[in-house]
């Protein structure tokens, strides 16, 4: 016999679900392997209460001692942020979590899941993964590219990772059908710098033209979702001009310790805060907020159109 889902919503995202209140997922490996304690604890909390702010209940999903959560109360949300021995789960990993009765935090391809599965339409993170430099050689494309391309879940982003190679990212993106929506600008937003130097595909300036978007795709009977790359604020980002070369740094001392896989995008990460003093990680969390307050709106609108 298949055994049960063990999954469980928080009993605030049980309720909002009832009522048809605006839910918004977030992702849970910004919180282990995206940002050092207690950064990471203080950002889940602020991204929470932006989103009440913004009316819609939040979601925080992960895998604890074999249970998928969606919603987490605050203990479990902290006992999260400060163990150091969590897994990084994608799509590939978490049905064996579940069965070894794991623990682990879920990234945008695994939220995207959790998020389906409780009839959440909206999701709010930092950057999401793509195709890293070098892929010709290493092959390494995230699973969040493949999630986006069949999973219903509209994805809020700052746009992809600018430790990635952007150019790759959005062909993949396009090739797999992702619809890539840039808030209110022409220009593809780069994570911790507002623009680039390449055109988004698609630009949307309301929410509620996202909220349309997202039914009208379902309507077309079009599996998947949509990305929806928001700028970081003025005030808060940095130059692509300056991080360029700290970027490049970063990836070539990847290379040469031999890091690869799962470890990667961590590592870029953590180099990243160091080689600019700690302004990746203040810039990182601006933009989570602000995503947060975005996918909050979108939410809203999703609900007035059941
Ligand atoms: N956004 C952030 N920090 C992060 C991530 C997103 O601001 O750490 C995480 C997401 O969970 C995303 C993952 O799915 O990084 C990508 O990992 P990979 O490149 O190994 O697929
Ligand atoms: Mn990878």
């Given at each position: 016999?298949?055994?049960?889902?063990?999954?469980?919503?928080?009993p605030?995202?049980?309720?909002?679900?009832?009522?048809?209140?605006?839910?918004?997922?977030?992702?849970?490996?910004?919180?282990?392997?995206?940002?050092?304690?207690?950064?990471?604890?203080?950002?889940?909390?602020?991204?929470?209460?932006?989103?009440r702010?913004?009316?819609?209940?939040?979601a925080?999903?992960?895998?604890?001692?074999?249970?998928?959560?969606v919603?987490l109360?605050?203990d479990?949300?902290?006992?999260?942020a400060?163990?150091?021995?969590?897994?990084?789960?994608?799509?590939?990993?978490?049905?064996?979590?579940?069965?070894?009765?794991g623990?682990?935090?879920?990234t945008?391809?695994?939220?995207?899941?959790?998020?389906?599965?409780?009839?959440?339409?909206?999701?709010a993170t930092?950057?999401?993964?793509?195709?890293?430099?070098?892929?010709?050689?290493?092959?390494?494309?995230s699973?969040?590219l493949?999630?986006?391309?069949?999973?219903?879940v509209?994805v809020?982003?700052?746009?992809?990772?600018a430790?990635?190679d952007?150019?790759?990212t959005?062909?993949?993106?396009?090739?797999?059908?992702?619809?890539?929506?840039?808030?209110?600008q022409?220009?593809?937003?780069?994570?911790w710098s507002?623009?680039?130097?390449?055109?988004?595909?698609?630009?949307?300036?309301?929410?509620?033209?996202?909220?349309?978007?997202?039914?009208?795709?379902?309507?077309l009977?079009?599996?998947?979702?949509?990305?929806?790359a928001?700028?970081?604020?003025?005030?808060?980002?940095?130059?692509?001009?300056?991080?360029?070369?700290?970027?490049?740094?970063?990836?070539?001392?990847?290379?040469?310790?031999?890091?690869?896989?799962?470890?990667?995008?961590p590592?870029?990460?953590s180099r990243?805060?160091?080689?600019?003093?700690?302004?990746?990680?203040s810039?990182n969390i601006a933009?989570?907020?602000?995503?947060a307050?975005?996918?909050a709106?979108?939410?809203?609108?999703?609900?007035?159109?059941?």
């Open positions: 016999m298949t055994p049960a889902l063990p999954l469980r919503l928080s605030e995202v049980d309720a909002a679900r009832d009522a048809g209140a605006p839910l918004v997922a977030l992702e849970s490996t910004i919180l282990t392997h995206g940002m050092p304690f207690p950064q990471n604890l203080d950002t889940t909390r602020t991204v929470e209460a932006t989103v702010e913004g009316g819609a209940v939040p925080t999903i992960a895998v604890l001692d074999g249970v998928l959560h919603g109360v605050p479990l949300l902290e006992t999260l400060r163990r150091k021995d969590v897994a990084k789960l994608s799509r590939a990993d978490l049905a064996v979590c579940l069965a070894q009765r623990t682990g935090s879920t945008v391809a695994a939220t995207m899941i959790g998020a389906r599965l409780a009839g959440i339409e909206v999701f930092g950057g999401i993964g793509g195709v890293h430099h070098g892929a010709e050689h290493s092959f390494d494309i699973a969040d493949h999630e986006l391309a069949q999973t219903p509209t809020v982003c700052a746009g992809p990772k430790i990635l952007l150019p790759k959005l062909e993949v993106l396009e090739t797999l059908g992702v619809p890539v929506i840039a808030f209110g022409d220009s593809l937003p780069a994570f507002a623009t680039s130097d390449l055109k988004a595909p698609l630009r949307l300036d309301d929410p509620a033209d996202i909220a349309r978007a997202h039914r009208l795709r379902t309507a009977g079009l599996p998947g979702g949509q990305l929806v928001n700028p970081i604020p003025n005030g808060d980002e940095i130059p692509h001009h300056t991080l360029a070369p700290l970027i490049a740094q970063a990836t070539a001392e990847a290379e040469t310790a031999g890091i690869y896989g799962k470890a990667l995008t590592f870029l990460l990243l805060f160091d080689l600019t003093e700690g302004r990746s990680l810039a933009l989570v907020v602000h995503n307050r975005l996918a709106k979108i939410a809203t609108s999703l609900a007035g159109l059941r």
